[in-house]
């Protein structure tokens, strides 16, 4: 079965503009999670989405939002980009929020020029 | 706050050797620990869990180890291989199955 598929894979934006990625999960999957890796900072958790509700969100601003549709597909929104929000941003899905192991698509890398 | 740390950002050792990978973390409440392993350009992916009721966990030549006392786990790759060359993570989980990671640590398997 498929894996978890991020689009688009890299993407070069400006200060100021917006970006939105998207997240397809393992097929069966409900709950979609949202990482941004940064060298040295591991993985910082976004938010979780499991049945279009928003199940669990990290410590970043307002600017970083996400959405969950009916098929389980994801997005994920970044606004007023700031350099530092340049990084490998992560997609996971697991089978419910209540099931440890996480598969991870292979993330898209966003540059902030 | 660092909830759950890897104090050593890389590893090197040799080939055929044991590879030592340490994770502590703060946390009383955590009560299930995963160990996940990324290659360059490449999503994690799940290598070994273990749960607080247990000490130790053991998939072929992966063991990690769980010392609640000192808030301790560590895994052990025995023997190390060349393909074992990635950065790996350590997570931890409480009862609301949340992850929190560690920074990683990049081990780096000498011939």
């Known amino acids: 079965k498929a894996g978890v598929t991020q689009t688009p894979r890299y993407l070069i934006k400006t200060r100021g503009q917006q970006v939105t990625l998207s997240c397809s999960p393992i097929?069966?999957?409900?709950?979609v999670s949202w990482y941004q890796q940064t060298p040295g900072q591991g993985l910082q958790f976004l938010f979780e989405?499991?049945?279009?509700?928003?199940?669990n969100k990290g410590n970043f601003p307002g600017r970083f939002s996400g959405r969950q549709f009916s098929n389980s597909r994801s997005e994920m929104n970044v606004s007023t980009l700031e350099l530092g929000d340049s990084a490998l941003y992560l997609c996971?899905?697991?089978?419910?929020?209540?099931?440890?192991?996480?598969?991870f698509g292979e993330g898209s890398r966003l540059t902030v020029l | 706050d660092q909830q759950v740390k890897q104090n050593s950002p890389s590893l090197s050792v040799q080939e055929g050797r044991i590879s030592i990978l340490n994770c502590d973390y703060t946390?009383?409440?955590?009560?299930?620990f995963l160990w996940y392993k990324k290659y360059p350009a490449e999503g994690p992916t799940f290598l070994i869990s273990?749960?607080?009721i247990k000490d130790k966990n053991e998939d072929g030549r992966f063991t990690v180890f769980l010392n609640k006392s000192a808030k301790h786990l560590s895994l052990h790759i025995v023997p190390s291989q060349p393909g074992d060359s990635a950065v790996y993570f350590c997570?931890?989980?409480?009862?609301?199955?949340?992850?929190?990671w560690g920074a990683g640590t990049k081990l780096i398997i000498k011939p």
């Open positions: 997570a931890a989980s409480p009862s609301n199955y949340q992850l929190i």
């Open positions: 273990i749960s607080s």
């Open positions: 946390n009383s409440m955590f009560d299930y």
């Open positions: 097929s069966g999957h409900r709950s």
């Open positions: 989405y499991f049945s279009e509700t928003q199940r």
């Open positions: 996971a899905s697991r089978d419910s929020p209540r099931t440890g192991e996480l598969f």
